[in-house]
């Protein structure tokens, strides 16, 4: 087993990861930035230590920093947490040429997954249903109106590099087709410093629907069935729940072998999730895969009793995995709302600022995985989520009434949350028919302030 772990990131998912270490008896680093002193994750871990300014990039994103932190204290391993370093295949094979365990999958399976066209490529060469589109990179405006009048309208221009909805232009018909090109080049060049390109046939109205997939180093790949992650705005998560309403049993058995095919195309190693693309019709397609721990795997977890952080860091002590595919059985109904320090009411606004007030829900079946704090400052300088409540119940049904209830106990004062919107979503009939896909928050909000 490891015995000291440095986490190379911040906030709730740092809680989490310290909290998960700290019970199989694990020491920890924890990391922060000059604005980051007085954040949870410092004060949890056994040794903090200092890594550069607020920006991101001179802290966070600071690979020579980090690794000398980690060669400073001793720690034998580096966890990546999600977002910032945690699917950089550079980061990844320094740690290992440090002799440093990266608690993930090999840079080469980062390297591989992290380029979309070539996972593309990939999947296609083994058996992996893909969507439609171009087996290549898109090299100009005028190959990508070729590219785009062959498929068939309506397109998806992607960034090959890209994640997290960056990068992704939706063109419906050939006069738009130049300007999203051009767009898209230009956020994937601010966000990933690579503005290749590629194009797909754009899936009117599907389901998003990820696999969690766990690999040890011997072989042995399990999935721990989908989570729903359809409810989204401009690409990005909003709620998340597990299993899906609309996956029957055959359909989630036949998915779930065809996420272990995909991580065993790429030699993957730890955990990581398989996306899908589903249509009406239960027809679905690979859209990538995320080499790391997601932001919404605590549903996972509870519908399946599986501590998926713990899983990663026996994987990463080269441990045999000790679950079957047999031994994964869904109990009850899991609901995540992920909470933002935004406001709703002004184009979803990032608003750090100093917690005054705070009253935290609790309860059976109540799940808080946070960072925040009475008198905490949530500084500007990074993604505006603080928190993420999960409820649990037997039913779908019960969960949303604990996350009803829970929503309403939840209150944070001295800066503006999401709290009310998540409460408003949650009461949509769409959504407590479970009837919903992609679209359907962008035309619920269309609606709602008509």
Partial sequence: MLKKVLIANRGEIAVRIIRACRELGILTVAVYSEVDKEALHTQLADEAVCIGPAEAKESYLNITNILSACVLTGADGIHPGFGFLS??????????????????????SIELMGNKAKAREIMKEAGVPVVPGYEGIVENADHALKISNEIGYPVMIKASAGGGGRGIRVVREKSELKLAYDTARAEAKACFGDDTIYIEKFIEKPRHIEFQILADDYGNVIHLCERECSMQRNNQKVLEEAPSTFLTKELREEMGEIAKKAAKAVNYKNAGTIEFLVDKNCGYYFMEMNTRIQVEHPITEMITGIDLVKEQLKIASKMTLDITQEDIKISGHAIECRINA????????????????????????????????????????YDSMIGKLITYAKTREEAIAKMKRSLGEFAIGGVITNIDFQYWLIQQEDFLKGEYDTSFLAEKMVNKNA
């Fill in 87 to 108: 699917e950089n295949p550079r980061f990844a094979k320094m740690c290992t040429e440090c002799n440093i365990k990266f608690i993930g999958p090999d840079y080469e």
């Fill in 342 to 381: 935004e406001d709703t009411k002004n184009n979803f606004r990032p608003c750090p600022g100093k917690i005054e007030e705070l009253c935290m829900p609790g309860g059976m079946g109540v799940r808080l995985d946070s960072a925040i704090y009475c008198g905490y400052k949530i500084p500007h300088n």
